[in-house]
């Protein structure tokens, strides 16, 4: 009972109907528990999203690993629709939420030690450039990859490229099928070795097609696609 009506919020006609009791047995039983009508809001969210919508959202916002983009993506609307409903949902805003994800986040990312394989010294860079922009990022472990989360709730995968590809004068960084990294990131950073010269593209997740790509980041190539994301670190400091 108190299951069905605190954290899945239903209403007492349908926790009635899942019991095969009289509705007004249901008050009475709510009432004897000390638990509050649930509020018309989880009624509607669960007619337009579908049955368990409302314990579906608690289960994606709840995870550590997860933010308000994620559940916007799982759900089909904005990433301000979605922290307006966590506050409907929960009574208070996502701000102190957010704070303990990034503690529990911290927690896990001390655990991980930036050594000096070159799996993970470009992760290392990029980590400091972000920490110099006030952004302060921490790294979350996703199965066998690394995302950066900076303090304004934005998921950076970072590639390196070791081996660039040179086809006559100009060269390319490779990038492969991406399908399970755009569902979870908002950010690419490409960064790579030429000649002794670290570079950076930083690329929003909308522009970073599934199947791949190559991107010329030759200097004379001022003309590419991908050009204008060239060191493009601006756009980290928006959603």
Request: positive net charge; glycine residues 8%.
């Amino acid at each position: 009972m108190k299951q069905k009506v605190g954290r899945d919020g239903l209403a007492d006609r349908d926790i009635a109907h899942i019991l095969h009791i009289h509705w007004s047995t249901v008050g009475n039983l709510r009432r004897q528990f000390g638990l509050k009508k649930p509020h018309p809001f989880f009624r509607h969210f669960e007619r337009r999203y579908g049955p368990g919508a409302v314990k579906r959202f608690k289960a994606i916002i709840e995870d550590p690993s997860t933010s308000l983009a994620d559940v916007g993506r799982s759900f089909g609307f904005t990433r301000e629709t979605a922290r307006q409903i966590y506050q409907k949902i929960y009574g208070f805003p996502y701000t102190e939420a957010y704070r303990q994800k990034l503690l529990r986040r911290r927690s896990k990312a001390d655990s991980l030690k930036l050594s000096s394989s070159r799996v993970l010294i470009h992760l290392k860079t990029v980590k400091e450039k972000l920490t110099t922009m006030g952004l302060d990022p921490t790294v979350v472990v996703q199965g066998n990859s690394h995302l950066l989360v900076t303090n304004n709730n934005l998921r950076v995968a970072v590639f390196y490229n070791a081996k660039l590809r040179q086809t006559g004068t100009k060269k390319y960084f490779a990038v492969k099928a991406l399908h399970k990294q755009k569902q979870g990131c908002d950010v690419f950073i490409l960064t790579y070795l030429d000649k002794g010269v670290r570079g950076y593209y930083i690329i929003p997740n909308r522009y970073m097609p599934r199947k791949g790509t190559t991107i010329a980041i030759s200097a004379d190539d001022t003309n590419g696609k991908y050009t204008r994301f060239k060191d493009a670190w601006h756009l980290l400091g928006t959603r």
